[in-house]
């Protein structure tokens, strides 16, 4: 907390202490959970009432450590950071009529990934209305807004110094390798098996692609933040960070998530080629390539020659035999990815435009679904859905949320391009470098599945576009702020 406390914040951090101190004492009488948790509730919202920045940094430690919390059979949350998201949403009308300069200046809008965000918003609405499960679309929605609040407007209020840079940084490092570490000890006593990793995981992720995802996605961040602890002159930062690395990159692979693999290296050609003003090219050719892929499988239905043998398709027992089974098409995860992905482009034939709604692919979507490409798991009880957020926004949000989520992703990598080179500070432009190789990541994870609507994901994913969006203005802040002293003649 900085800044002089007034009298009436003084007073509100003395009653936080004393029922703080109520709560540890009746823990410790009881050894009841529930009693500190109702004063720990009443301290942090205090702590909103004194500082809601702060309050906000800690949201972002509760992240990596929230495990999902089944309310009933049809009802489900994420304990603490899903309240919490709600607690913000609330708060923030509040939040921007106590400034509401710093939304309301053209500035803001005029960014471009907020133009292209505001528009997915507005088609999620359409697409809402004309859903064929309202209810179910309506709940996305919701979830929707509150994710966009949280973790893509309310950085744009937190995020306006180098500090502030750091200490998210560290926040959310911290709890996130403490949740690693027990992954790993528990994946160790049971001999780091493949078929064994979900057990490891246990509670503190929803799978083994979820944990996968956010490791991978927050791992580019530890290698901008080395070259940034030169200006510390203190080698123990840097080895500690060579260390994170060394357990990020084991970790990594013992998830036995292909994708995330493959998205550690996406996002370091992203930084290659920001570096080599390349960056523009990346999505047209990944376009490019996806769609001659489609139109060669499409045509004659040249797809029904690689449909799997039903007895030869499954799980297998180690990594390496699920990378050959890969190649060789006797995988049962990407036999049931293509079994989906052809069921989704049937059904976006019958609803193009506006999509079946969101949330509603799962009801429908095995009628239009070629048996042949039947898997073990087909019968999807755990009720996934496209395993490709392209074709999940093709199939419930129709064609103009498919082509704005592109728009998006390639908007998104050629301001980063601009900003890095815009900057003249080495820190914000690693600070750049970092949050493009973040959205990269999650790029090539959600092309695998749909994990953005996922609290522990989806926050990377948003908060890497918010921070896009922080650092352009910054950097024209501090390009016009040099253009005018550099035209200021000496008298």
Known sequence: MTGTLNISEQWLIRIGLAVLFIGVMSFAYTQDPKT???????IYTLLLLVNWKIAYMLFLFTIPISIDFQISSSLSTSLPDEPLMWVFMFMFPFIFLQ??????????????????????????????????????????????????????????YVFREKK???????????????????????????????????QAIGDLYYNHVDYSAVISIFFPLLLVAIPMTRSYRNPFITIILIGLIFLFI?????????????????????????????????????IGFIAFAIIIMAKDNRYINYRPDFERTYMHKSFSEHIIATFRGEDMSSMERLYRWIAAMRMSQEEPVKGWGPNAFYYYYKPYAVSSFKTYVSRNVEKSTTHNYFLYMLVEQGWPAMILYTVLIMVAFAQAQKTYYRFKDRFYKNCTLGAAMMLGSGFINNFFSELLETHKVGSLFYISLALLVVLRQKSLDMEKKETEQAEVKPL
């Not at 500190?36 to 009443?42: D, E, Q, R, T, V």
């Not at 911290?174 to 949740?179: G, R, S, Y």
Request: aromatic share 14%.
């Open 164 to 198: 502030d840079f750091r200490r998210a940084f560290l926040l959310f490092l911290v709890p996130l390798v403490a949740t690693m570490i027990i992954i790993l000890a528990r994946h160790a006593a049971r001999g780091f098996q493949f078929h064994r990793v979900e």
């Open 99 to 156: 400034d509401p300069k710093v939304l309301g200046r053209r500035d803001w809008w005029k960014d471009p990934i907020v133009t292209v965000i505001t528009l997915q918003f507005v088609w999620m609405i359409v697409a809402v209305i004309f859903s064929k499960e309202l209810m179910l679309s309506l709940k996305f929605m919701a979830a929707k807004t509150w994710f966009l609040i949280c973790f893509f407007v309310l950085p744009y």
């Open 36 to 42: 500190i948790l109702l004063p720990l509730g009443f």
């Open 250 to 286: 084991p970790a990594i692979y013992l998830t036995y998530a292909r994708a995330a693999v493959v998205a550690v290296i996406f996002a370091i050609g992203v930084a290659i080629a920001i570096r080599l003003r390349l960056v523009n090219l990346i999505m047209p050719a990944m």
